[in-house]
């Protein structure tokens, strides 16, 4: 029995190691672990993430003519600052659970050897998986998790390049006064999300910002992720019929509560859709145009020709067989970036000096795919410079409009829906 | 009267009824995705742990008739059918047929293996994003008495009523009906009596496959299609079963509308939050009192 | 000595050997701990599910109590986590008691189900409060502070930890075996009315068995939360929980001693591995593998892995249908 068992762990251990001697072909290279949820019920946005990053690294080891212009890493012939270097991804699946996070944050960085990690999507595998880079002092760098907290650790090793939801609540705060003082009702607004970690946390910084800018939350719906059924709640909402409703769920959610207030024949003045499942490729394809007028968040929005985002958006497209970048993407592939600058800034794979690289980062917009105002990080980590756009579907597309100065196209009011 | 007013007030107004219009039809829906779970599980005592996958498979089996194939519900309802029945057989033969006899255990962790095998192969054919059917003639709704009714749960509402009372009469009065009956009370004395147990079971999964095909293929009208869907189905379908008294296809009908007016009316008056949490005391008070399910044999 | 002593022998000095074996990998160590660490859960399910017989689908009530128990403790009182696992057995226990009584009555299915609907409750209910995190979850320590909060940088700390626990749990587990109430859960399983007649107050044992179980299984929620950092609902009280418990125990053999450790020894590594080697590619084919695997086992050895060197499985009962909800 234990001849059997040594001889199974032998034959294991010779198929690691043929893995690795695969590797080894790809000398050179600098390995960057991602670790995304590619199975289970956020499988959806991990694919898509996986797919923006996997086209950042393309971008960065064999070039695009066209970004190049605009953007100098995009030359091809990987890294300049690491002897041209390519990157080499190492994807890894957190089954959508902390536990599974945690060990192949642990494989990534003691088996692959990884010089800094990425992920991980859902915040609470984020809290995980970076606690396993934090103890071995690997960097990592977070695209997308919004939970407060995540910065609040004092760790070293953690930079989070996207808003949170304060920053999400302050840009519809600032939107809906503007929108007041030039006339819209917004007397009553009511707030309904689903209840997991993203509707619940989104929900109570909306609910507090609000609070503070005088606007009046007049109803709170909270209800269950995966619902069977949304009618009763659609049917609260034309009841009381606010002025302006502010959504927080996720795709399958986003397309009940699209289809459900068609059939219920209800729209308010204002309809507001957090981002998560309103942003989903598949529910602008499916409910785009039953949603015209739509108002949602998004750190994307394509911008104008021969731009940075604008050329991403093309390639992702080609890459994808048609779904533009949108939110979740575009913020994967703009951390991607940042953590490929600072790399190639460190000119080293060493830990230590890729962190303070990451320290040192300052990129400008107009090298951003993401609309942020820049990337800086503070003493916590967190990108100060982030910060988000207002869109609107139009013609079952999103465009921005708002903060006037990064608008594509004016705000057409009230909802229009189908 | 002080106290009447406010449940006067709820009373007569049209939302009030319109969710209690919904809450039936959602109901109805319920019952129709249990209707196969029943039938396996009072033919054979085994509970189908893969029940909620079969659903998703049915759900993208329209799916890939109406895109691809260019069909409309009249063609992918008959072909869900069909290819959730063969599922069915297959699974029947493959893998049921061997576990039936043994532990409970043995069973729950066969049809476990196969939902995850199914989930996953979905993930794997069909890949993990949302897909939803385009608006179509059933997607429409229309106004009766002052309350909307949406075209694609009427429909799935009334095929659920439909299969349910079907199903019934097959039991209750065919002689095929009456054959697989006597194998779920008593397959060797059935066996005796010249019925091949065998057979009829394999029918059962056939015909539980099938409801299970249609319900997949309706639901798919008016529901998102995703891999993982047929867990957030399972649950509600195994409570439903459960709740009806297991075997019987009448019971898991008013099981399911009980289910769809509870989960509707405590979303609307009390929070959309603890419809899940009523019906699920709900569940375990009436197995407390009626441990055989409502209209389970006592 | 005799060949069969030298094997359990070598058997003992490879399992506590192991994680020096695999110094050079933290992968290995951990995948150590946390088969250890399944097989806790498995073998305390096995008391209730495979010893008495009642199949609950809801033991994750039990897992996420302990590992509630252990982060709370953390988060409002700055408690190592540690130390909330005997709060979470304590309330464990006081709860199983008060699931058991009325559900306990119920036979076969309607138990199971009963359990499924409970574990779901919990659930739903743990989300909505805000003392538990609420659908947030609540997260450990971030940086250990002493080293009772059990936080390490490798597993090989935790996998002598779990170890320790197993022993002791399997310890119990077959002196409950010997004695008079793993024969009286024998006659249960076996036929509950005889039992009943021979004078066995089937509700109590059944009972007992029930609470002994929950008490393990919320310490194996505790552990999980000391080695993981972190809990939310679905990570501490979702179905895939009680799942997976029941899935390890079965595969392995149910009702019998080392029946769960097999099941975890096997599952666990083929998940963590298939998911380190094809996890990445993205398209689910982890679960598939582990999914077919599953059913082969179901289809070939209904009564687990460990019925392989039972000699001649017994033949199949044929199993008595109950016609009624009620216990019979």
Not at chain 2, 179 to 196: C, F, H, K, N
Not at chain 3, 3 to 32: C, D, K, T
């Amino acid at each position: 029995m234990i001849k059997t068992s040594r001889r199974t762990l032998a034959t294991g251990a010779a198929l690691i190691a043929l893995g690795f001697a695969a590797d080894a072909a790809a000398q050179q290279a600098v390995k960057i672990g991602a670790i995304y949820p590619l199975s289970g019920n956020s499988a959806s946005a991990g694919n898509y993430e996986k797919m923006a990053i996997e086209m950042g690294a393309d971008i960065i080891n064999n070039g695009n003519a066209e970004l190049a212009k605009v953007m100098p890493l995009a030359k091809g012939g990987g890294l300049p600052g690491l002897k041209g270097a390519k990157i080499q991804m190492v994807f890894a699946d957190n089954q959508g659970t902390p536990a599974a996070g945690q060990s192949q944050a642990l494989r990534l960085i003691t088996e692959e050897k990884v010089a800094a990690l990425i992920g991980s999507y859902q915040s609470g595998i984020t809290l995980t998986t970076s606690a396993v880079a934090e103890k071995y002092g690997v960097p990592f760098v977070n695209p997308e998790s919004v939970a407060a907290n995540l910065t609040e650790r004092g760790f070293k090793w953690f930079f989070r390049v996207t808003p949170v939801a304060a920053d999400f609540a302050k840009a519809y705060s600032a939107f809906l006064k503007e929108q007041k003082a030039a006339g819209q009702k917004v007397n009553s607004i009511a707030l309904v999300h689903e209840n997991t970690e993203y509707g619940n946390s989104v929900a109570s910084v909306i609910a507090d910002v609000f609070a503070k800018d005088g606007l009046s939350v007049t109803m709170k719906v909270a209800y269950s992720a995966n619902s069977t059924d949304v009618q009763p709640q659609v049917l609260q909402l034309k009841e009381k019929n606010p002025d302006v409703a502010i959504f927080v769920s996720y795709t399958a959610d986003a397309i009940l509560y699209a289809k459900t207030m068609k059939e219920l024949n209800w729209k308010p003045a204002i309809l507001i859709a957090d981002d998560g499942g309103f942003n989903d490729p598949a529910f602008v394809k499916a409910m785009g145009s039953v949603t015209e007028g739509l108002i949602s968040r998004s750190v994307f929005a394509p911008g104008k020709p021969g731009s940075v985002a604008a050329i991403c958006d093309a390639l992702y497209k080609k890459k994808t067989n048609g779904d533009g970048l949108d939110d979740v993407s575009a913020r994967a592939l703009q951390a991607f970036f940042v953590l490929a600058d600072a790399l190639n800034r460190a000119g080293s794979t060493e830990p230590a000096k890729i962190q303070a690289a990451l320290k040192a980062t300052d990129i400008k917009p107009d090298q951003l795919v993401a609309g942020y105002d820049g990337v800086k990080f503070n003493d916590k980590g967190q990108n100060v410079l982030a910060s988000t756009l207002i869109t609107q579907i139009r013609k079952g597309q999103y465009v921005s409009v708002w903060p006037k100065a990064r608008a594509t196209d004016p705000l057409v009011l009230p909802y229009k829906g189908w | 009267m002080s106290i009447l007013q406010p449940v006067l007030q709820v009373l007569t107004s049209a939302a009030f009824w319109q969710v209690v219009v919904g809450g039936l039809m959602l109901g109805a829906v319920y019952a129709l995705f249990s209707s196969g779970l029943t039938l396996i599980w009072g033919m054979m005592n085994v509970v189908n742990f893969a029940h909620g996958d079969f659903v998703m498979l049915g759900m993208y089996t329209a799916v890939v008739v109406w895109t691809s194939l260019g069909g409309g519900p009249w063609a992918s309802v008959p072909i869900a059918a069909i290819a959730i029945a063969t599922v069915g057989v297959i699974s029947y033969f493959l893998l049921v047929r061997h576990i039936m006899r043994g532990p409970m255990l043995a069973q729950i962790l066969g049809t476990f293996g196969l939902a995850l095998f199914l989930r996953y192969g979905a993930l794997w054919a069909f890949g993990a994003n949302f897909k939803t059917l385009p608006d179509n003639l059933v997607g429409h709704s229309f106004v009766l008495a002052g309350l909307r009714f949406e075209g694609a749960r009427v429909l799935a509402g009334m095929m659920g009523l439909v299969i349910t009372v079907l199903l019934h009469l097959i039991l209750t009065r065919t002689s095929v009906g009456s054959r697989m009956l006597a194998v779920s009370e008593d397959a060797t004395a059935a066996q005796l009596m010249g019925i091949r147990p065998q057979r009829m079971q394999a029918l059962a999964w056939a015909l539980a496959g099938a409801s299970t095909g249609i319900a997949g293929a309706l639901i798919a009208t008016f529901f998102y299609t995703s891999p993982t869907v047929g867990e957030t189905l399972a649950i509600v379908a195994f409570v439903t079963v459960a709740l009806g008294g297991f075997g019987s296809v009448l019971g898991a009908l008013v099981a399911g509308l009980l289910i769809g007016l509870v989960e509707s009316l405590s979303a609307f008056l009390i929070g959309p939050v603890w419809k899940d949490v009523i019906v699920y005391v709900l569940f375990v008070l009436v197995l407390w009192f009626r441990p055989q399910g409502l209209m389970g044999k006592a | 000595m005799k060949r069969g002593h030298l094997v359990w022998l070598a058997v003992l000095v490879l399992v506590l050997a192991y994680p020096v074996i695999f110094l050079e990998s933290p992968v290995y160590q951990r995948m150590g701990a946390l088969v250890l660490l399944a097989a806790i859960g498995a073998s305390a399910w096995n008391i209730v599910g495979g010893y008495a017989g009642q199949v609950s689908v809801g033991h994750a009530v039990f897992f996420g109590i302990g590992a509630y128990a252990s982060v709370t403790g953390f988060a409002h009182f700055e408690l190592p986590p540690i130390a909330g696992a005997p709060v979470g057995m304590a309330l464990s226990v006081g709860l199983a008691a008060l699931i058991g009584v009325p559900t306990l009555r119920l036979s076969g299915h309607y138990f199971s189900m009963a359990t499924i609907a409970v574990g779901e409750l919990v659930r739903v209910l743990s989300s909505t409060s805000d003392w538990l995190g609420g659908a947030q979850g609540l997260g450990g320590p971030t940086m250990p502070r002493t080293v009772m909060d059990l936080s390490f940088l490798t597993a090989l700390p935790y996998y002598y930890i779990f170890l320790a626990v197993l022993a002791a749990l399997l310890g119990i587990t077959w002196w409950m075996e010997q004695s008079r109430m793993g024969f009286y859960l024998r006659a249960i399983k076996d036929s509950e009315r005889a039992a009943r007649s021979l004078g066995v107050s089937a509700g109590r044992y059944k009972l007992y068995a029930y609470m002994l179980s929950a008490a393990f299984t919320s310490l194996a929620g505790s552990l999980y939360l000391c080695i993981t950092g972190f809990v939310d609902p679905e990570s501490g009280f979702g179905i895939l929980i009680s799942v997976k418990m029941l899935v390890m125990a079965a595969l392995g053999g149910a009702g019998q001693l080392f029946g769960p450790l097999v099941g975890a020894l096997i599952l666990v590594p083929l998940e963590e591995l298939s998911n380190s080697l094809l996890g990445g590619k993205g398209a689910g084919i982890t679960f598939m593998v582990y999914g077919a695997i599953i059913v082969i086992v179901a289809r070939f050895l209904p009564s687990g892995l460990l019925s392989l060197f039972a000699g001649r499985p017994k033949a199949a009962a044929p199993q008595s249908k109950p016609v009624s909800g009620h216990a019979d």
